[in-house]
């Protein structure tokens, strides 16, 4: 073992070839052709994101390596030939996790609101598909990950935020026939619209501790209610609603994995799911600032005031420089998630490490690129003022920065 410090402990490179090179290359240009044009009626709630999510699964073929991701998992848990792990997979999305950072940075770019309507459905999908039994991938997983369905990952609760676990009052009793669910769950990306909402509850065992475990509950189950699109600072084009579960029945098949053989008080499934949303935010983070630095650097060369540009203020150079300084930072940090991801060794401290970073210097960033550019920064025209209201949100939603910062000390002290 090499001794601590050493910088070849983590040998991190991982180096793109010419696939990842092609899909950002498709990604930029689909975002570009058919996202960015949309964006202001999207944000202005005049259309929905969905018919827009559909096409980006099937024009960029994400429908297809999921959907067959998905495949070979339900052939596998009914018994068939096929043998390769999700993480195994051979160059699709779900094998490669430097594909998902590119796709979500190059969202990310254009409308990291939509990246997050995107991240939520994937996110359903992935925890069904992770733990769910044949039957939930059927019904569920795959039409989610074909981009068929689209889903909500429900775990926030009004008075569970950042102890989303010791605080959750959501309940489900097991009836005879079925699951009986009680609660509201709330702050819940794609839940106004979501056909399928993976809805974390506190499940009574006949031994021990109730375990949070999540369970599905489809739209129009009677019970389920789901609110209006709330109003936000940003993503206005991410919609994010409550869900109210009132004497919510559904069948005993819906919960998604084991009960009485995990024996962990904390939910395994949702620490999965959030340590994904904790690996692709840092990627739409990265987006925000790659897109600031650009728009900034080209500003900053074209526009003149006092008889030259405004790039010859050191002032505004500094900005700028600053703000490579942290493209630079989140773009090695990104590249080691991808990689940790890879080896299968993705763990808390690193992606708390990468999202609490990514997240802090985006909203830095997208407030700085909004001064270089002056009042043309803070009208809608450009896209700078949306990546600022959208940034602030990576500071929040997926565990907080302070929530982030606790779990990297943890690691360290623990
Ligand atoms: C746009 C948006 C979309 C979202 N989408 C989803 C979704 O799809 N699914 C889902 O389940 N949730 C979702 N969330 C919820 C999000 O994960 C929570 O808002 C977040 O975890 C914080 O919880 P809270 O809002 O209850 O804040 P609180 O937990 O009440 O925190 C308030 C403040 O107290 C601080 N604080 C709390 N505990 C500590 C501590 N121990 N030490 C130091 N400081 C602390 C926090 O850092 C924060 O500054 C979304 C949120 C937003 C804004």
Sequence with gaps: MAAAGLLCESPDVFDPDETHVAFESAVRAWCERALAGEVPALERGEKLPYPLLRALGRELGL???????????LAKLRGGAETRSL???GGDLAGDPLLTSILFKEIGRVSPGFAMVLMATLGCGMTILARGSAELVERFAIPI????????WALTEPEAGSDAFGGMRTTAVREADGWRLRGQKTFISNAPYADVIAVFARVARESGEPLARPIVVERGTAGLEVGPPLRKMGMHDSPTGDVFLDDCRV????LVGALESESRARGAAALDTLNMERAVMPSICLGILERCVEESVRHARTRRQFGRTIGEFQAVAFTIARMEVALENARNLVTKLAHAQKQGRLDARLASIAKLYCAEEATRAALAAVQVHGGSGYMADLPLEKLARDAKMFEIGGGTNEIQLQTIARALLA
């Design 87 to 89: 993480r195994e997979g």
């Design 63 to 73: 429908a297809e390596v999921l959907g067959a991701t998905a495949e070979r998992k």
């Design 251 to 254: 069948p005993l098949g819906h």
């Design 145 to 152: 990950l074909r981009f068929e369905k689209i889903g909500a």
